[in-house]
């Protein structure tokens, strides 16, 4: 059943063809140096772009997959969370792509899309279900930071989220405070790997709560108060790496305690975790530690696969119609986004 997916949920416009569990062709067309400008996602552009590049990178996904619009049998897009008017862009191309070629449209939970995304392996990649188990979900990205119980496949529960800054926008606030270029993760990452992360204590906020949730405010404050009274330090290069060592040092910390935590409470022997911030090298090294020494299987999504992209989302729409669920209704404005 080849299936167009399409995916404009912020900054990255992509459009995949899947076909029976493989990933036929995943193009994606970034916006980062578009943005690095202003530092930040500015959504009018972003909209701009999208509504520019969406036509020419879904031609070029069915030219990959060497597949014509009448060769399709669905067409999938990111209903939300994310930017209204980028998701805009995405959600009424695939509508009006539907209704042209009589074809089922269904929406996909970007969110969603990640939390199976590590399921997806190999070269071309392919959902690899078939060796599916029960797991706690880390999903960790620019606007979400969250843990999942998945008891079986599109059965799963929340457990804990973000109370206000996720991990991702905490990396890049943190770079800014820095002066380093956005996007501020992977800056912080690269210069981190020359660090020594125990050279400034920063707060590890909630850690000892007992409870899933995140919250990064307050960890992007106390950096912001101490470079007040230290203003040097982040103009010095042989302290800078320090500094990123340590704030990136408390981020990961928080994050793979409560995962770990979470996965031996609710009993399972697999952790997964996907999202934009799971590409940061520190966490996927220490995770797989932790796991190692837990005792638990990892599952980590393909660093390709990490950042936004429609093969996530085609992957995840091809097993909501196999389990019958019903089509979206072609309809106007953007469908709201069901939560995990």
């Keep these: 059943m080849p299936l167009l997916a399409v995916e404009t949920s912020c900054d990255e416009t992509s459009g995949a063809v899947v076909d ?3 990933v036929l062709a995943n193009v994606v067309s970034s916006q980062i140096k578009l943005h690095a400008e202003y530092g930040g996602v500015v959504p009018e552009l972003a909209t701009r772009e999208h509504l520019r590049n969406l036509l020419p990178v879904a031609r070029e996904a069915l030219q990959q997959s060497s597949l014509a619009t009448t060769d399709l049998d669905a067409i999938a897009a990111t209903r939300g969370p994310g930017l209204p008017p980028a998701l805009l862009i995405g959600w009424t191309a695939a509508q009006a792509a539907a209704y042209s070629l009589n074809l089922p449209l269904i929406g996909i939970n970007h969110i969603e ?7 997806i392996t190999g070269e071309p990649p392919s959902e690899n279900f078939d060796a599916f188990e029960p797991n706690v979900s880390l999903i960790v990205s620019g606007g979400h930071t969250m843990l999942v119980h998945v008891r079986s496949l599109l059965d799963h529960t929340v ?3 973000t109370l206000d800054d996720a991990a991702g926008e905490c990396f890049d606030k943190i770079a800014k405070l820095l002066g380093l270029a956005y996007p501020g993760g992977p800056e912080i990452d690269h210069l981190a790997e020359n660090g020594n992360p125990a050279a400034h204590n920063f707060p590890r906020p ?4 007992p409870n899933d ?7 992007k404050t106390s950096v912001r108060y101490f470079l007040d009274k230290n203003p040097k330090l982040k103009t010095d290069a042989e302290e800078l790496p320090h500094l990123c060592a340590s704030a990136q040092a408390a981020i990961v910390d928080v ?5 770990i935590r979470a996965a031996n409470r609710e009993t399972v022997n697999c952790i997964t ?4 911030v799971t590409c940061n090298r520190s966490l996927r090294k220490q995770l797989a530690v932790a796991c190692e020494k837990n005792g638990l299987q990892l599952r980590l999504a393909p660093a390709n696969l990490c950042t936004d992209n429609a093969a996530m989302i085609g992957i995840l729409a091809e097993q909501k ?20």
């Design 20 to 22: 029976n569990g493989r």
């Design 206 to 209: 909630l850690l000892d709560r």
């Design 255 to 259: 994050l793979i305690k409560k995962t």
């Design 159 to 161: 457990l804990g989220s």
């Design 213 to 219: 949730d995140f919250s990064f405010s307050g960890l």
């Design 113 to 119: 899309a990640h939390l199976y995304s590590p399921w």
């Design 273 to 276: 975790a996907s999202g934009g």
């Design 321 to 340: 119609l196999n389990a019958g669920e019903n089509p979206a209704p072609i309809e106007t404005g953007i469908m709201p986004a069901k939560g995990l």
